[in-house]
Structures are given as C-alpha cells and as structure tokens.
C-alpha cells in the first residue's frame, strides 16, 4: 500500500502542471463560499458591535439608516436635521447623557465631526500625541485622517467648502491642529474631530470680526443709531480663530436653536432607555429616536438575502468546476490507458490499479482541502484585518 | 443608486468598525478609585469655589486657577488651563454669561454644572448692549446679563444648593455630610442677607453711584438707588468722566461712591471736595488676599455699618 502511494504521490508530482490546476480549481470550489461566509460573518459582528455599542441614535424624522450611516460611519449625508435643543431635551429628561453630534462638513474627503468631549469618553478614545481639543477652532485627528492630510499637531486643517458654485457661502475655516488620536480601526481613525461650536463657526452661525465700536472698524461702519451700529461688506471677518481675535467670536442666537445631525442618547439604566424610547413615538414628535442595533440588524438582514444568492451562485459555478475537474480526471485515465495496461501486465492487479489512481485523486482533493481550510484560517484571522487596512488607506 | 451603495457601504465600513470600547473598563475603574479619592472640583470664578470648598470639605478638591487680581469675567486662559478644566469631575459655571471663555472651550458637558440654571429667569439683562448687523443675517446683539449674581445672597444660596446637588449626584455616599455643610452655609447666607437688609434700611432711597457697573443684583435684592459710571479704582478717570458725573449729580444727588476696591487717593481727595464719600464694597469675584467670600462680604457689611448713611450727611 505504502509504495502505491508512493507511486500515486511521484504521478502527482510529476505531472505538476495539471496536478496544480486541479488542486487550484479544488481549493477555490471549497474556498469561495466558506471564506465568503466567514467574511460577511465577521464583517456583521464588527458592524453590529458599533452599533450595539450606541444605545440610541436620535434625529430628524427621515430615514433611519441614513442617520445611523451618518452618525455611526460618517458616511449617508443626512438632509434632515435636527437641533441642539434635542440634545438639551435628553439631558433635562434626566434620563440618559446626550452626546450630540453635527457631521455634515468635510476637511478634504475626510468627515469632520463636531461633537462635545464625552464622545471621546464614551467610544475610548484617546489622545496619541499632542492634547485634547481645548478651545474655538481646534481639532483633533483620527489616527489615519493624520496620515491623509499629512498633518500633526501644531499644522493646520482647512474645512472644505460645501458647494465651489457657492460665491456667497460660508469661507472655509483654517483650523488648528493639537492632537492625534489613538488607532480605533474603526471610522473614528478617518475623522477630523471639532468642537460642535466649531462646527457652527464653519458654518458660519458663529464668527468673528472686528469690533464695531472701535475706531479701527470705522471704515466698516455704515451708520449708527443710539446703540445701533450697521456695518457694510467691507467688516473683517476672521477665517481663522487665534488668541487675539478668539474673543471677537460670538454665536447668533440661542445656541439650543443651532443644527446638529443626531444625539447619542446613553441611558442610564435599561429602564431610562426604554422610558425615552416610548416618549418619542407620538406622531406629533418631529424627531426619531432609533435603536442603531436594530437598524443594522435589518440591514444585515437584506444583505445576507444577498449573500445567499452569491454563495447559491458560487455553488453552481464549483458544481461546474468539480464536474469539469471530474471529466479531466476520466479523460486522463482514457490517456494513460496504454500506462495502465503496462502496470497490469508486469503484475499488478486490477484492484491495485484502481487504488494508485484513486490514490491520485484523494491526493489532489485532500491538498486543495488543506489549502482552502488554510486559506479559510487565514481570512478569519486576517481577513478583517486586511480589508480594513484597504478601506482606511 | 444610494439603495445600491448603502449595503456595500455599510457590510465595508463594519470591517473598518471597533473591535471593541475600552469604555466600559474605564468606567469600571473610575469607579473603582473614584470614592476614594476627593472629587475635583474647577470653579470659574472665587464665590463657587468658597462655596464648594464648604459644602465639599475633605471630601472635595477645588481649584479656581485664574491669576489673582485677574477678573475671571474676562480672562482668557491658556488651552492648557481648559485642559486642566477637562481633567475635573465637575465643573462648577456662574451662568448668566459669566466668564465668557467658557462659551469659546471644549468642556465635557456631562461634568458642567450650571449654578445659575435655577434663576435664569431672574437674569439683569445688560442695558449698554451694542446691536449691529451686516450681512444678510440682520440686526444681533452682542449683549447679555449681569453676571454679578453672588451679591444677591438668595441667589448665591441657590448656587451653593447646585453644588450640593451636584456633589450628591457624585458621591451618593456622602451626601448626609453634604447637606449638613449646606445647611451651615445656608445660615451664614441668609445671615449676610440680614445684616445687608439692615445697611439698605439705613440707606433707605439715598443716591448712590456705583464705580462699575456690577452691582445690579445687590441694587435689586436691597432696592437700592443706585446709578453706574464706569470707573477703575486703579486709574484716574479722564476729564470726559468726571463731566458725566458732574452732569450726573444734580439729577442724582448721591453723597457715597462705591468702589469695588480701594480707589486712587487723589481720585477719592477730588471726589471728597465735590461731597462724595467713597465707600468700599468688594464684590470678590477672584481670590481675595486674604480670607474668602464670606469674609469679604461680612467686611463689606461692616464698611457701610461703620460708614453710616449717606442720609445723616450734609452736601
């Protein structure tokens, strides 16, 4: 038995080139669906664990999945927003922490997210280099939206402008950088992280300008009337916040009426969570209160339907593959029939003919097998890993 | 086209998503060392800062770090003193406005506690405010309250109930020892409110001019007659000043000037000769030299006790 295998094994090997198409086309057929499967698995419980990981998300009344894409991966823009007042609503509820979020500007191709500090407590972030924002215009920088703008602390980033046909639009903000983030491998890594005011300020619902009572604005003055004062176009507006116009900064209004894109609602308690999820489902409320673990749940759900009918494809393709890779083994035997019949008449019986060459096929299954099951480790252990190294380069 | 990309989009972003939140054990160990460490406590201004040294005892550690001789209204700290702001379990605000660094920081608004919150309905609106425009976004006002709030001892008592609040929800363990200090701060509140009730009765409706306009809720509470220039203890006001105040006094024939510290000899020689006395009366808003808000404020009584009333003199 041993030097049939012998000889199975040295056919196998010398026959290199067809043995490594099939043992190829073995690994794939077993490989493609199983590994798939392995990576939508774990692409869902990294998905689901951000979500789960976010209590609640609350908004304008719109689409639930744009606004957990927005506040959870910066992605979907949210046209519906809510404002700040919501977020001073969930705080006074006594009911749970409100973390407010504003991500509709951009640094580049990059999300800049306005926000408040505990946001960075409650996702654990925390500061590589530099410091924490501290005040008017700063940021910090996600680990790899660093690497992307080519900046650290003491360099500076400039917001884009939502709309180049937008003459009339806010300028962009020149904002200073003091600090990097530590790696999350999550989106966070490709954030620019402001202050929520900040986010106003580019906006241009806060800004700064020369003082009108001083005699260096009096070019810009255009009349006064008791303590009236109107300016004309030419008033210095700032485009940068630094120490010496910082105090000329000021915001327009009541900051609760200022527009944020969704609040991380963090109850305190289960029972907290579920109170202020039932005060928000009266028709009249004009915002959404959703759990981001469902929301994606039901998104995953549509996408495994889709991976059903990919791995059902993938099947019939292997099924094709396997039978072709049948047919080259039936065809070849038909070749080696002079081969065979040599092997028979200097002894060998019919039974041992038939063992080497199916010896010869275990051989080639069994190291297409291995080499899937190989692969197969390899994705689970750094499939993940790669894919998202991919996405955040 | 989005219904198409939002799968792809989001099954690509989960392999960018978090492991995990270090969240939970940072919490973990917060509350692991958190009772037994005092809780740190940032003030924006001296008067929290006393109180909360009162009402917190051991069980607290409050640091105020404005310069002293800074008015904390108007400083203007360096990002490293907002980091230091950052690092605290509770932040103690003036509200009203006060201390406009704070509407210009980053502060972890789960750790802001705002002292004023429970009257913001009784705020002094500031009358000198400047409304301009330009642009297309019409008139605003960069104007707001009078912060000066802690001269109104009622009001101070519902601040120093904040902080009791406030440390209670901190340290729920400790919050028989926090009542009990509130109670004796209480009583030295309402005691100064009795004693300034006595000097406004002595006072009764005789003119007053204020050096700055900061006493506008110590006007209110005691129903004085006050009216406010814009004077520095420390400089000598311009000719342009001392006409207003001249045009002032025959419509409001005010014998005491008062001064939130010591004003200049020469200013208080020429103010003497017109028949005005000055009158110190320190509204402590930054640490005093010696100390703290209280005594400041039972110096302050005492001042207008040994002073008399503006009434018993002649012009």
């Known amino acids: ?393 | 086209m989005r219904m198409l990309r939002s799968p792809l989009l989001v099954l690509l972003a989960g392999l960018a998503a978090a492991c995990g939140s270090e969240d939970s054990e940072r919490q973990a160990a917060d509350t692991a060392a958190g009772p037994t460490r005092p809780l740190s406590v940032y003030a924006v201004n001296h008067p929290l800062a006393a109180m909360a040294e009162r009402i917190g005892g051991a069980d607290v550690e409050v640091t105020f770090p404005a310069p002293p001789g800074e008015d904390p209204a108007y400083w203007s700290p360096l990002p490293e003193a907002v980091v230091a702001y950052q690092g605290a379990d509770l932040i103690l605000l003036n509200g009203a406005g006060y201390a406009k660094w704070v509407a210009q920081s980053s502060l972890p608004a789960s750790r802001l506690v705002d002292t004023g919150a429970g009257y913001a309905d009784r705020l002094i609106p500031l009358e000198e405010t400047v409304t301009h425009s330009h642009g297309p976004e019409g008139e605003h006002a960069h104007g707001g309250a009078a912060f000066t709030t802690w001269l109104d001892p009622t009001l101070a008592l519902e601040q120093a109930r904040a902080i009791a609040a406030a440390f209670e929800r901190a340290r729920p363990e400790r919050a028989a020892t926090f009542r009990e200090r509130l109670t004796l701060l209480e009583e030295e509140l309402l005691a100064l409110d009795g004693r300034l009730d006595g000097v406004a009765e002595a006072l009764g409706d005789a003119p007053l001019i204020f050096s700055h306009p900061v006493y506008q809720y110590l006007e209110r509470r005691y129903g004085l007659n006050g009216r406010s220039v814009h004077w520095e203890p420390d400089e000598e006001p311009i000719g342009r000043e001392w006409r207003k105040l001249e045009r002032l006094l025959p419509e409001h024939a005010a014998r005491w000037m008062i001064w939130e510290s010591e004003p200049l000899t020469s200013v208080e020689a020429r103010l003497e000769e017109m028949g005005i006395r000055s009158v110190v009366f320190d509204p402590c808003a930054s640490v005093p030299p010696e100390g703290d808000f209280l005594t400041v404020m039972s110096r302050n009584v005492e001042r207008f006790e040994a002073a008399g009333s503006p009434r018993d003199e002649g012009r």
């Open chain 1, 1 to 393: 038995m041993k030097d049939t295998l012998y000889l199975a094994w040295r056919y196998v090997a010398y026959h290199r080139v067809k043995s490594a198409i099939l043992i190829a086309s073995i690994t794939l057929i077993v490989f493609l669906p199983v590994g798939l499967n392995v990576l939508v698995t774990q692409s869902a419980e990294q998905l689901t664990s951000r979500a789960e990981a976010t209590p609640l998300l609350l908004g304008a009344k719109g689409s639930p999945l744009e606004l957990a894409l927005n506040s959870l991966y910066f992605d979907a823009e949210l046209t519906a927003r809510t404002t700040h007042a919501e977020a001073t609503r969930i705080d006074d509820s006594g009911l749970a922490r409100a973390i407010p979020l504003y991500v509709r500007f951009r640094a580049r191709d990059l999300p800049i997210v306005g926000t408040t500090l505990d946001y960075f407590d409650f996702r654990g972030l925390r500061v590589a280099e530099g410091r924490q924002i501290a005040i008017l215009g700063e940021c910090v920088l996600g680990a790899q939206a660093a690497k992307l703008l080519g900046t650290g602390p003491g360099g500076n980033v400039v917001s884009s402008p939502e709309s180049v046909f937008d003459l009339a639009g806010v300028y962009p903000l020149k904002m200073n950088v003091v600090g990097v983030l530590e790696r999350s491998f999550s989106p966070d890594d490709r954030a620019v992280f402001v202050d929520l005011k900040t986010a106003w300020v580019i906006e241009g619902l806060g800004h700064g300008h020369q003082d009108l009572t001083q005699p260096q604005a009096a070019g810009a003055v255009l009349g006064r009337e008791g303590n009236t004062i109107q300016a004309n176009a030419s008033l210095v507006q700032y485009n940068e916040i630094t120490a010496e116009n910082r105090d000329s900064f000021h915001f327009h209004g009541s900051l609760d009426d200022f527009p944020i894109t969704a609040v991380m609602a963090v109850p305190h308690d289960q029972k907290s969570g579920v109170i202020l999820l039932g005060r928000y489902q009266g028709d009249e409320e004009r915002t959404q209160i959703v759990r981001p673990e469902v929301v994606i749940r039901e998104l995953l759900d549509t996408v495994f339907t889709v991976q059903s009918f990919v791995v059902a494809g993938i099947l019939l393709v292997s099924a094709a593959t396997l039978a072709t890779a049948v047919l080259v083994l039936l065809l070849s035997l038909r070749l080696r029939r002079r081969e065979i019949e040599t092997l028979v008449k200097i002894g060998g019986s019919r039974g041992r003919v038939a063992f080497l060459v199916l010896s010869e096929a275990v051989i080639v299954v069994v190291v297409g097998g291995a080499l899937a099951a190989g692969l197969t480790l390899l994705t689970h252990r750094f499939g993940s890993a790669a894919i998202r190294a991919l996405l955040l380069s």
